[in-house]
Every structure is written in structure tokens, then in C-alpha cells.
């Protein structure tokens, strides 16, 4: 059975998409706050962040992204007391409840897991070498709070926070033709490359043992550059630049055809043009075109 949909309140505290934001889902107890470190003061005296909760610290530490994920039974005492001392972060995420059902228990329970995902993830290091060990919570309790967190990872990306979002596909994407979405290709002969990649629900997902350049060629920089995301990927294993050529070691989901057209050929590109249907030379454009039309 398919799942339901979810609905997601955002409100502009400030009128402003870089001011205070509060997101809430319907029929869910979360109550989420996320603010600019500028505006800590006055969020700090909301009264939902003296609940207990959890919260997240974003930022920058060597050009890289930071975080941090903690708890407490009194969310804005704990900031101030000591999270004010770390200079590096620069917005933070507060995450309580409606009427702050949330006990000690609970919320060092939501710590040590959203740390375990945050480092499986791998999009971010942390301040937090890992969680602490789990709390013993009734079966029925666990429940809860796993699917307190499945709520929250909804919520997070949608506000922009990539913090636990993994790219790397669980399991190989089928790449025969046994739907209607085709396999897409990119090829820059001078350079040898050949790239093979599906879509799959919303991500552009480049094949495990596609090619890609072994260095980054484009002159960009700046935190928007995909040049990032490249040398991240390389970090990370998921393209190895053992030989002459860079290879994806596993299925890969990036979020725009550009995005992937950009790592495989180590330079900006334009991939609603590089990427190709595999054996008509349709461009992805072309085809995304007849698919709206047909």
C-alpha cells in the first residue's frame, strides 16, 4: 500500500526566507525552528525553546561543513550556557514539541540516532565524535520516536537541511529497459569518459563503474560550485581516482542532471544537453520535452 502524503507549514517569522523559519506537519507533536545565528537571541526567547528537545548547530570549520547535534531538557538554557562558545556554526535547528511531551529519556534517545545518521550519511562532519549509547525504552516508546524521526527527516531537507540525506543508492538500479524511463549517457571521447545514468522517483542516479575525470578542470569556485560536491565524492570513496580514469564505486543520486554532468566531466556543465538517451542520441531536454507532450 502506498504512503500517504504529508502536509508542511512554513512560516516566515521575519517575512524573510533568511530569517526565522517554524515548520510544522499536520498531526504531528514536532514543533521545528530554524535561525540564522544573528537571530539567535530573539528565538532563544520563544517559549518552545525552553522545551526539551534536540537541536542542531550548522556551519563551516577548514571550508568544509560542520554540525553539531545535541539535547536537553531546556533547549535555550543549554545554548546559552555553552553553545554560545562555539564560534564556527552558523544557523541552528531547534526541534521540541507542541506541548512538550518530550522527557530526558526521549530526547538523548533522538541525539544518539540522529548522530548515527549523520555519520552514516556522511554530508557533514560533526563536533560529535559519535552518540552516546541508546537509553532502554519500552518496544512501544522506540516505536514512537522512530517514527518521530521519520517525520523529522522529511522536514529537514525540506527546510535545507542535507544533514542526513545519503545519495548513495541502497541497492543497484535495474539498468534495462523495463519502464518507461530510459538509460541516459554522457560521453567525452577526447577524455574517454562514459557515464551511464536512470532516473529514479526524483534524483538523476549515475551507475556504479561509470567514468569520471580523475581531477576537477573547471576554474570554479565558491560555496555553489559543484566543484565541491566533486572533491566530496572523491573524499568520500564513491568516485575512485585510483587509475587513469575516476569510476563511481556505487549507484549515485544527485539531484539535477547537471549536477551529475558536472562531476563526470570535472567542470560546470549543462546535463539537460550532455546527458543523451542511450541509442536514439535524444538529448535529455528532447526527451523530458516529448514526455510532457505525450
Not at 104 to 120: F, T
Amino acid at each position: 500500500m502506498a504512503g500517504f502524503g504529508k502536509s508542511l507549514e512554513l512560516f516566515f517569522v521575519d517575512g524573510r526566507p533568511d530569517g526565522i523559519l517554524t515548520a510544522r506537519v499536520f498531526n504531528w507533536t514536532g514543533h521545528v525552528i530554524k535561525s540564522p545565528r544573528t537571530r539567535i537571541k530573539d528565538v532563544l526567547a520563544r517559549p518552545e525553546v525552553a522545551f526539551s528537545g534536540i537541536y542542531l548547530l550548522l556551519g563551516e570549520k577548514d571550508g568544509s561543513p560542520f554540525a553539531y547535534i545535541g539535547e536537553a531538557e531546556n533547549v535555550a538554557k543549554r545554548i546559552k550556557d555553552h553553545d554560545l562558545k562555539k564560534d564556527w556554526w552558523e544557523s541552528a535547528i531547534f526541534v521540541t514539541t507542541s506541548a512538550n511531551e518530550l522527557n530526558k529519556a526521549h530526547v538523548k534517545y533522538l541525539e544518539s540516532r540522529l548522530i548515527d545518521l549523520a555519520l552514516g550519511a556522511k554530508m557533514s562532519a560533526l563536533d560529535n565524535l559519535r552518540g552516546s549509547a541508546l537509553p532502554k525504552l519500552s518496544e512501544a516508546v522506540v516505536s514512537n520516536m522512530e517514527e518521530f524521526i521519520d517525520t523529522l527527516l522529511v522536514v529537514l531537507p525540506a527546510i535545507g537541511v542535507p544533514l542526513f540525506v545519503n545519495n548513495v543508492v541502497a541497492k543497484p538500479v535495474v539498468t534495462t529497459r523495463t519502464d518507461s524511463t530510459p538509460v541516459f549517457v554522457l560521453t567525452n571521447k577526447k577524455n574517454g569518459i562514459i557515464a551511464h545514468a536512470r532516473l529514479v522517483e526524483e534524483s538523476f542516479v549515475v551507475l556504479k563503474d561509470s567514468c569520471a575525470r580523475k581531477i576537477w578542470e573547471g576554474k570554479e569556485t565558491g560555496p555553489f560550485s559543484y566543484r565541491l560536491l566533486y572533491e566530496k565524492l572523491v573524499g568520500d570513496g564513491v568516485i575512485d581516482v585510483a587509475e587513469t580514469l575516476g569510476h563511481f564505486s556505487t549507484d549515485y543520486a544527485f539531484a539535477s542532471p547537471s549536477a551529475a554532468a558536472s562531476v563526470v566531466l570535472g567542470r560546470t556543465a549543462n546535463g539537460r544537453v550532455n546527458w543523451r538517451v542511450d541509442g536514439s542520441g535524444q538529448t535529455f531536454k528532447e526527451w523530458e520535452d516529448a514526455e510532457v507532450k505525450s
